[in-house]
T-cell receptor, first 111, second 115 residues
Framework: AQSVTQPDIHITVSEGASLELRCNYSYGATPYLFWYVQSPGQGLQLLLKYFSGDTLVQGIKGFEAEFKRSQSSFNLRKPSVHWSDAAEYFCALNRDDKIIFGKGTRLHILP | DVKVTQSSRYLVKRTGEKVFLECVQDMDHENMFWYRQDPGLGLRLIYF???????EKGDIPEGYSVSREKKERFSLILESASTNQTSMYLC??????????????FGEGSWLTVV
């Protein structure tokens, strides 16, 4: 069955440090993949998406993600985090026009 | 910008009450969705609609129904609310079925507490 796994429930990094959030997927065909961010009490905002082509995808707020078919992964990265990046991050997969989400990774930033 | 509006941000209802959660989108999107979000469980799809009066069950439809009488409006109905339906409910919309790469846009969520 199609699924999305985010292995890390919580991640803590220091402000200014680099960040990588992990996402693994299970899907029979070429997946459409997304990363969303949710600030407390808010809806979800799209950070970036992968449909095809270049496997390194640039998004908003300085985020990027790399699609690796051989590892079934779509990890999110940022070279230097800011305190405002503290939020919950969701990886998602498009399955027959329905979006399936991972359980999320909550990012904490140390000053 | 696409706008998905959930009219009620915070609701408190009693067990057994009928509850309506309303969602309106302003971009003429065919697809509309209702998700439920719970800590540690992420977002789970309740129902999906790909056209007026058309609907499909998602992963957790039990205890819920939906209504889509107009293209821009998608309602989630809890026929008899129970305490285990206390949750955050997120509505979303996107372009047509078949455009699998299309982005899904979310409302800000409705916090429902059933007491």
């Amino acid at each position: 069955a199609q699924s999305v796994t985010q292995p890390d429930i919580h991640i803590t990094v220091s402000e200014g440090a680099s960040l990588e959030l992990r996402c693994n997927y299970s899907y029979g065909a070429t997946p459409y993949l997304f990363w969303y961010v949710q600030s407390p009490g808010q809806g979800l905002q799209l950070l970036l998406k992968y449909f095809s082509g270049d496997t390194l995808v640039q998004g908003i707020k300085g985020f990027e993600a790399e699609f690796k078919r051989s590892q079934s992964s779509f990890n999110l990265r940022k070279p230097s985090v800011h305190w405002s990046d503290a939020a919950e991050y969701f990886c998602a997969l498009n399955r027959d026009d329905k979006i399936i989400f991972g359980k999320g990774t909550r990012l904490h930033i140390l000053p | 910008d696409v706008k998905v509006t959930q009219s009620s941000r915070y609701l408190v209802k009693r067990t057994g009450e009928k509850v309506f959660l309303e969602c309106v989108q302003d971009m003429d999107h065919e697809n509309m969705f209702w998700y439920r979000q719970d800590p540690g469980l992420g977002l789970r799809l309740i129902y999906f609609s790909y056209d007026v009066k058309m609907k499909e069950k998602g992963d957790i439809p039990e205890g819920y129904s939906v209504s889509r009488e107009k293209k821009e409006r998608f309602s989630l109905i809890l026929e008899s609310a129970s305490t285990n339906q206390t949750s955050m409910y997120l509505c979303a919309s996107s372009l047509i079925v078949g455009s699998s790469g299309n982005t899904i846009y979310f409302g800000e969520g409705s916090w429902l507490t059933v007491v």
